[in-house]
């Protein structure tokens, strides 16, 4: 079962993934899985995960209506809940504590200590290979676990399979990827991210680690995930050591090959060994592992994405810019501004929004795989793959430094300065213009929209909404360019790896994005737009 298959209303909105054990917040009114809810909640956030408004003392209701619509796609009765598509749902009743990120060892309930606690970590015994038939739940990685990666042969850092792990692959059944000495490898987010014509998720190991269940099929490690098929692949097909690995999975259509794809050097085939370790199939010095003292490619620290919060200067040779970066999370961001080329004399405004390169400090703009900007400390930015001749900074006056403690978690959103926070624009915000009050359920104004030469094009137009649709817009009117014409059109809003962002694109053509830094200020390139 595919994405498609799912209803929307029965996909958590923070997992991205169909409910198990669904629940009803009182604090917004909106259902998500709750293990998911709890950890957010549990972390002291008090905004609602959705909509971003404050929650007063929101209470977890169980939602049974949606648990058994959910259980009618996934195919059995609610007594009966078997592994989805061979990942078994995530243990219930586990809370981290606040300012802890990592999950609770291989069959340890009772959690493990806050970072900077001095109570100890978990009492509980270390943990062994489990034996087959566990409940085995998958659980994203904590950020500093360290990342699946290639190692020599003969390292101490390479994986050695569990013996009954290595049995059950080589029979051609599923498996849990337990070690030996009990470390795991497993997600480290709960819904893949895009590069290009693939979909991926980066894998981490480590004794806290739900583990993932795969199984061998030729040369591929193969992840029944509730995303589909992903396969087991080295990032950039690079064979070398140190290089991490991700599960991928081909885009809708194959745009860039098919998810089991064997050629050139091979990067997604895999041999594994008589001595539990595994290898790729064209580079049998190496075997898969971690490394925990080389952990980020090409040097320096990770530059968490709530760092680059702020204002930002660009220039080359052809002109130069500025603009707005506001984090919607570690690895995604969103920003908003203007540029000038010199010559033509041509200003545009709009946004876009960039996704972290796997491994490493490289963000890539969405829906377009060659344009990377390289941030090498949180204010300082350039192009490498255009010989670092355009460079970015942050203005002195937004640059700020958060405290130590919190790059170390996830609360490093909590330090980011209130005007460079994200906050998600509604539909119903930008139709009901300045002097509307929020009490009607539809809304409508009227905006003017001009090209940056006025005798290219120019209109006016009405935008509207209604309170209950906050991710769509209908706009109607009259342009100008030589002749008057009639327009209708719908905007909705775009996500990116299943994050909203405040760009709306027009239907039927998803590259024409309109970007709000506010309700009354939208920008589209050679076009901006104002209300009236």
Not at 489 to 501: D, E, I, M, S, W
């Amino acid at each position: 079962m595919g994405d498609a298959d799912v209803p929307d209303h029965l996909v958590c909105p923070i997992t991205n993934e169909l409910f198990g054990d669904p629940v009803l917040c009182t604090g917004d009114g909106h259902t998500y899985e709750r293990t998911a809810i709890e950890e957010w909640l549990a972390r002291g956030n008090k905004k609602s995960p959705l909509t971003g408004v404050v929650m007063a003392s929101p209470q977890l209701v169980p939602n049974f209506h949606a648990r058994s619509q959910a259980d009618e796609v996934r195919g059995h009765a609610v007594s009966d809940r078997p592994q989805v598509m061979g990942v078994a749902p995530v243990q219930p009743g586990y809370i981290p504590p606040v300012g802890c990120d990592i999950g609770p060892p291989v069959g340890c309930d009772m959690g493990c200590a806050p970072v900077g606690c001095n109570d100890g970590a978990c009492s509980a015994p270390a943990p062994s290979a489990p034996p087959l038939g566990s409940d085995y739940g998958t659980r994203p990685v904590a950020r500093e676990q360290p990342r699946l990666r290639l190692v020599k042969k003969g390292s101490p850092e390479a994986l050695k399979l569990s013996s009954d792990t290595a049995s059950a692959l080589r029979a051609g059944g599923p498996a849990p990827l337990v070690t030996d000495a009990g470390d795991a490898v497993g997600p480290f987010w709960t819904a893949p991210r895009t590069y290009g014509p693939w979909r991926y998720i980066d894998l981490g190991v480590g004794q806290n680690v739900r583990p993932m269940s795969v199984r061998l099929d030729g040369v591929y490690i193969v992840w029944d995930s509730h995303h589909g098929e992903m396969v087991f692949d080295v990032s950039l097909w690079k064979l070398k050591e140190n290089r991490h690995l991700v599960a991928v999975q081909a885009k809708p259509g194959n745009p860039g090959g098919p998810t089991r794809m064997s050629k050139g050097v091979c990067g997604r085939d895999f041999i594994l060994h008589e001595d539990g370790t595994v290898s790729p199939r064209t580079a049998p010095h190496l075997r898969l592992g971690f490394s925990s003292s080389a952990a980020w490619e090409g040097g320096g620290r990770r530059v968490d994405g709530h760092e680059l919060a702020g204002d930002w200067c660009c220039t080359n040779p052809l002109g130069c810019g500025c603009q707005r970066i506001k984090p919607i999370d570690s690895d995604t961001i969103e920003s908003f501004g203007s540029c000038m080329y010199l010559g033509p004399g041509v200003v545009c405004c709009g946004g876009q929004v960039r996704t972290r390169i796997a491994g490493t400090n490289n963000w890539v703009r969405q829906g377009d795989a060659n344009d990377v900007t390289s941030y090498n400390s949180p204010d300082c930015g350039c192009t490498p793959d255009c010989g670092c001749w355009s460079c970015l900074c942050k203005v002195p006056w937004s640059r700020w430094t958060p405290p130590t403690a919190l790059l170390r978690d996830d609360r490093l959103a909590e330090a980011v300065p209130a005007k460079y926070r994200w906050q998600k624009v509604t539909a119903y915000d930008i139709a009901k213009g300045r002097r509307g009050d929020g009490a009607d359920e539809h809304a409508r104004s009227t905006w003017f929209c001009c090209c940056w030469l006025l005798g290219i094009g120019m209109s006016r137009f009405t935008k509207a909404a209604s309170r209950s649709e906050e991710d769509t817009l209908t706009q109607r009117g009259w342009c100008w360019y030589g002749l008057c014409c009639p327009f209708e059109q719908k905007r909705h809003r775009l996500y990116v790896n299943g994050a909203p962002t405040n760009g709306f694109y027009k239907e039927g053509d998803e590259g024409n994005i309109d970007w709000y830094l506010n309700p009354g200020c939208v920008g589209n390139g050679e076009f901006c737009s104002c209300r009236c």
